[in-house]
């Protein structure tokens, strides 16, 4: 077994011992028998979070209303949830009424998928109701029970659907798929912060092609914010984009797309500052690219990391080899890779001309990075002081 599940057993037996049940249910069971990497198990019990907590001496309420809760013990922490059922979905997200059970069949008819919807008991016996197992050896991707009732509990589910074909390089089944394509449009009401957070799982997987070309066949980018088009999905077919990483496979969406306005694009994506500088970065790179190599002073003062993956994009979209270790010896060849390096500082510069500090020393030191990265410079005291002398105040 798993060493998650291994971990995690003790808590089950205990659980049993005490006349409830548990089990293993959800992505972790799917996981486990596509031999994929497990990084966290869900637990569903059929006691209530109160009769979890006479168990167990120490628990941290996370989601009680939902009836989750976090035991500490000693094997780990495991977050487990009563088996429940749900009511109507008025938002299209969360349901209106939440009431537990103590029936295992009545908690798994409520799941998303089939391969989501089995359960795997302590003796590892497994339930599977809905025909999970064989839907995963089909390599197909169904709802339980009628698509269209669960998409509209959470019209999010669509977007998970093909966010799982990028992952496991899974097809649609047909009933399911037809719901998506009729439903669509119900994906406006979703929050725009929950379709990026599966937007970006589904441009790391493996399989994100056929993903975004199920996005266009069911007509969901219709209702997602502007990046998924059909000539972006076109052009992935063409290029070999599996060498890049999420944010390298964003930046080559973006451009792909042509988008005028990234900034204003990632922010309509409600994306963090953080990915929004990192894609404004790279589309400034990619630009430079497209007239010329790059040069040390682009590391220098953009970093290497940034202009390796600039580099391995435009080798992506002009589909030739990216030629690392020409990157690697040029990073290497450099005198200078950053301000720190440098053997000289401001006041260095006011000594040596008897100038008053101002924006001159920043001009000067600019010329001096580009001297010495250009190797016509070395990087010591008495050779730039020299240059300064004889050079800069000579202009």
Same mark, same amino acid.
């Given at each position: 077994?798993n060493? /998650?599940?291994?971990?995690? /057993? ?21 996981? #486990? #028998?596509?031999?994929?990497?497990i ?16 168990? &167990? ?34 938002? %299209? ?6 009431? &537990? ?5 009545e ?5 998303? &998928?089939?391969?989501?919807?089995m359960?795997?008991?302590?003796? #590892?016996?497994?339930?599977?109701? &809905? ?56 994906? !406006? ?20 092609e056929?993903?975004?070309? #199920? ?19 076109? %052009? ?15 930046a /080559?969406?973006?451009?792909i797309g042509?988008?005028?306005d ?5 922010? =309509? ?10 894609q /404004? ?21 953009m ?5 390796? !993956? ?14 690392a =270790? ?39 030191? %600019? ?10 410079l070395?990087?010591?005291l ?7 002398? %004889? ?5």
């Amino acid at each position: 077994m798993n060493e /998650l599940f291994s971990q995690a /057993l003790p808590v089950l037996k205990e659980i049993e011992a005490n006349g409830y049940e548990a089990y293993f249910v959800g992505g972790c069971v799917r996981d #486990y #028998y596509l031999s994929r990497e497990i990084n966290d198990i869900d637990i569903a019990v059929s006691a209530t979070p109160e009769e979890i907590k006479q168990i &167990f001496k120490k628990t941290i309420d996370v989601g009680i209303e939902h009836g989750t809760i976090l035991v500490l013990h000693e094997k780990g922490q495991f977050e487990m949830t009563t088996f429940r059922t749900e009511s109507t979905y008025s938002d %299209s997200r969360r349901p209106d009424k939440v009431t &537990f059970v103590r029936s295992l069949e009545e908690d798994l008819k409520r799941r998303d &998928f089939t391969m989501n919807a089995m359960a795997l008991s302590s003796s #590892y016996e497994l339930t599977d109701l &809905f025909g999970g197992r064989e839907d995963l050896q089909k390599k197909e991707i169904k709802t339980v029970g009628l698509p269209m009732e669960r998409f509209e509990e959470d019209a999010l589910r669509m977007l998970r659907a093909v966010r799982f074909v990028s992952q496991l390089d899974f097809s649609i089944e047909n009933h399911t798929f037809e719901a998506i394509r009729v439903y669509a449009r119900r994906l !406006s009401r979703v929050a725009t912060e929950r379709i990026a957070a599966e937007l970006e799982k589904l441009i790391n997987g493996p399989a994100m092609e056929r993903a975004l070309r #199920y996005v266009i066949e069911t007509n969901l980018h219709a209702y997602l914010p502007v990046l998924i088009t059909e000539k972006v999905v076109k %052009s992935l077919g063409e290029i070999d984009w599996k060498v890049l990483n999420a944010g390298e496979r964003l930046a /080559l969406i973006i451009a792909i797309g042509e988008f005028d306005d990234v900034k204003t694009l990632l922010k =309509q994506w409600k994306m963090s500052n953080k990915t929004i500088k990192k894609q /404004l970065s790279l589309s400034d790179l990619l630009t430079i690219r497209a007239g010329r190599a790059f040069t040390k002073a682009d590391i220098y003062h953009m970093g290497i990391e940034p202009v390796t !993956s600039a580099e391995k994009i435009a080798a992506v979209l002009n589909q030739r080899p990216y030629d690392a =270790q020409y990157m690697e010896d040029l990073y290497h060849s450099m005198r200078i890779k950053s301000r720190s390096d440098l053997a000289f500082k401001g006041t260095h510069l006011i000594k040596w001309t008897g100038k008053k500090g101002g924006p001159w020393v920043k001009d000067c030191t %600019s010329v001096i990075e580009q001297l010495i990265l250009d190797e016509e410079l070395e990087n010591n005291l008495s050779d730039i002081k020299e240059w300064v002398e %004889s050079e800069w105040l000579q202009k």
